[in-house]
């Protein structure tokens, strides 16, 4: 009797929650299927689409560059590419002005790696915005601009130009590193010097070589998420697997130039769904040759309070922060920013 209502739980609860249970009384029927849908049930998948789609086209797009940024000064070998919306003028400002600033980030790198820092961002839906970003673009040369609306919805589309921008751009020739960062990330400067070290050693001849690589927040059982009042909710026809190969977190992730290339190449049969880092883990998940390094433990993601944040930032420091305000970016910023050299941070009251 037990082991039946906790089937019986299983079934209304999570595993068959959409299958409508009309018949509760009818106690042999519903344990007979529930066993039935155990043995049917969709499989957790290591390689979801390759054996399905192969070479058809299931996402076809076909978007426009329609801004690029000025080409690499000619040694860059570092790509900072930030996925950013169109309205948020202060965040890449932000940006622009601490850790990502080349001239800052190149302090703490190794002799001979040169930085660049561009963004990426779609349409928006206002033409005084666009007026905006047109003199942005004039100002600083660093936007990527496709044409198709700036959503979170289309935030897939986002990552996908991205890719095709990286790897069809030959601004940069000597880029090996693609540093793909949310423009609400914050790096510790002095834990990435280290960071940095300990990657490219880890890394070894696979960074040499720029095979297909990808680092980062990665787990190997993230789970689609079925509530659909949820943000994030993904219907089984948008994927229909149990599980993803690969979660990948969108904060801040590392690839190669060529594994860039390859993602967007998969892309056109790879079913599209908006959560963007998780279909980017999708699609890396299809390159047989894919090397991935899990970096989980430098991200203070499971932080989201700055007084939490900052207590790490000095004494066991974490190298990604995600900050929910341009505030809280600022605060944690000017932690590791000595006074007499950035008078500004004097007034952020850390
Ligand atoms: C994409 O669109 C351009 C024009 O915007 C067109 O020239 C090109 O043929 C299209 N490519 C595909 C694959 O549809
Ligand atoms: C690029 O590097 C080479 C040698 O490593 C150097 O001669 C050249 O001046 C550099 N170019 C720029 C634009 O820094
Ligand atoms: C248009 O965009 C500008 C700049 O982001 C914003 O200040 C303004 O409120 C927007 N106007 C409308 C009608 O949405
Ligand atoms: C995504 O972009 C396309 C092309 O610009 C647009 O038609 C669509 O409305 C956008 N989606 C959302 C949810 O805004
Ligand atoms: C993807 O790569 C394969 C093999 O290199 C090539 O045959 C195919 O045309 C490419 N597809 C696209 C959409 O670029
Ligand atoms: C370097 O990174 C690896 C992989 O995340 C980790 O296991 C190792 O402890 C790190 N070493 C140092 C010195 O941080």
């Not at 040694?75 to 400002?93: G, M, P």
Request: with cysteine; aromatic share 16%; proline share 5%.
């Amino acid at each position: 009797m037990l082991l039946f209502r906790y089937i019986l739980f299983l079934y209304t609860t999570t595993i068959y929650a959409e299958v409508h249970i009309k018949q509760q009384n009818n106690v042999q029927k519903i344990l007979h299927e529930t066993l039935k849908k155990e043995r049917t049930s969709p499989p957790s998948i290591k390689i979801p689409y390759k054996k399905e789609y192969g070479d058809v086209t299931v996402n076809p797009h076909n978007f426009t560059f329609i801004s690029q940024p000025e080409p690499c000064e000619g040694n860059e070998t570092i790509l900072v590419t930030a996925h950013s919306a169109t309205q948020n003028f202060q965040r890449r400002s932000a940006l622009r002005n601490t850790w990502a600033n080349p001239i800052i980030l190149e302090k703490y790198l190794p002799k001979g790696h040169q930085s660049k820092l561009i963004f990426i961002l779609g349409l928006p839906s206002n033409s005084s915005e666009q007026t905006l970003i047109n003199y942005e673009q004039e100002m600083y040369g660093d936007l990527v601009q496709v044409n198709f609306m700036d959503h979170y919805r289309n935030n897939t589309y986002k990552a996908i130009y991205n890719m095709k921008w990286i790897s069809s751009y030959k601004g940069c020739p000597k880029a090996k590193l693609v540093v793909k960062v949310d423009d609400d990330v914050i790096f510790n400067l002095q834990a990435f010097s280290s960071f940095f070290k300990n990657f490219t050693d880890t890394l070894g001849d696979s960074f040499k070589l720029s095979s297909y690589f990808i680092a980062g927040n990665i787990g190997e059982s993230g789970r689609p998420q079925r509530d659909p009042a949820s943000k994030w909710y993904l219907s089984r026809k948008d994927y229909k697997y149990d599980t993803f190969p690969m979660w990948l977190q969108g904060l801040t992730y590392f690839l190669s130039p060529r594994l860039a290339k390859e993602i967007y190449n998969l892309s056109f049969t790879t079913p599209y769904i908006f959560t963007d880092d998780v279909y980017v883990g999708i699609v890396a998940g299809r390159v047989d040759e894919i090397r991935k390094y899990p970096f989980n433990q430098f991200y203070s993601n499971s932080f989201s309070r700055l007084a939490k944040q900052s207590k790490y930032w000095n004494k066991k420091p974490y190298v990604f922060y995600h900050s929910h305000s341009i505030e809280d970016f600022f605060r944690l910023w000017c932690l590791s920013c000595n006074p007499a050299t950035c008078d500004w941070c004097s007034q952020a009251k850390v």
